[in-house]
């Protein structure tokens, strides 16, 4: 876990979605994450993984989240892209990167994110993933 | 305002969703490159939801124009770059999509550039079967809320 990942916080130039749990938090948050993947100009080997990777939280997150809806604050930067899920429950954010492994594979969030880290804010905790390109 | 007849046979043209599914909220800084982000939603929610061709057509249109207008003309500087500049509200409804947007600026006011709103909100109002403008939160900037149903054709 690295304090690297510790962007977004609701910083200028985020873009903050929530999705209520059920069917459209998978379609929406690929397709979002996909679209600022391409902005923060990752490549596309680097843009499959943001997209795999939101559809990991996606499937995942409804389980461990504080309310009844999915909140992903994004931003990009230079060849790289920053998620930031939350709020989730007090112990969500361990949980949702532990229930991200695949059988036969391990945990695909923590293979493919550059830095990953659970940070807690209030009574809620905050799961934060960094991919990036380097340069 | 389109004209909407519903009939029996005209259900058979669109999926009816047996529980229509929740709202997606985006909130975003008020820049241009972030009405494809609302776009983007907006298509993967029709898509998901097997809404008409034709209809995601006058959506995307419809709330590319909504949104532009924010980014045209309700802040000026770096207000825009406030992260709930441009609030966009998709809401699946059981015909169609209700789709709100909102910004906490200087709302429907013509631009410091002079380029005032001209044919944007006609044309959302033809494209919707209702359009609903009033202040937005506290009263500050602007809500537009257009609601998108089929259009049923004549036998």
Known sequence: MSEAAASPNGSPGTTRVSIASGPLVGPVLRRVVGMLAARADLPLDRLDDAVLVADLIASRAPAHVAAAAVDVDLETGDRTLFLRVGPLRPGGGDALIVDAAVPGVGNVIEQLADDLSVQPEGDAEYLHVRLAYPA | MRAHSPSAAAH?????????????????????????????????????????????????????????????????????????????????????????????????????????????????????????????????????????????EAA
């Open chain 2, 12 to 152: 058979e043209r669109w999926r009816l969703v047996p529980a229509t599914p929740s709202p997606v909220r985006l909130s975003l800084p008020a820049r241009a490159r972030n009405i494809a982000v609302v776009r983007r939603a907006l298509e993967a929610i029709a898509e998901e939801l097997a809404l008409p061709r034709r209809l995601v057509e006058d959506m995307r249109l419809a709330v590319t124009e909504a949104c532009t207008n924010v980014v045209r003309h309700a802040y000026s500087g770096t207000e825009a770059d406030d992260q709930s500049a441009l609030r966009v509200e998709l809401r699946p409804q059981p015909r169609g999509m209700l789709v709100v947007v909102e910004d906490r600026g200087r709302g429907l006011s013509p631009s410091p550039d002079g380029g005032g709103p001209g044919l944007g909100l006609p044309l959302i109002a033809a494209l919707t079967e209702d359009l609903e403008i009033s202040h937005g939160p506290d009263n500050r900037g602007s809500r537009v809320a257009m609601s998108f149903a089929p259009v049923i």
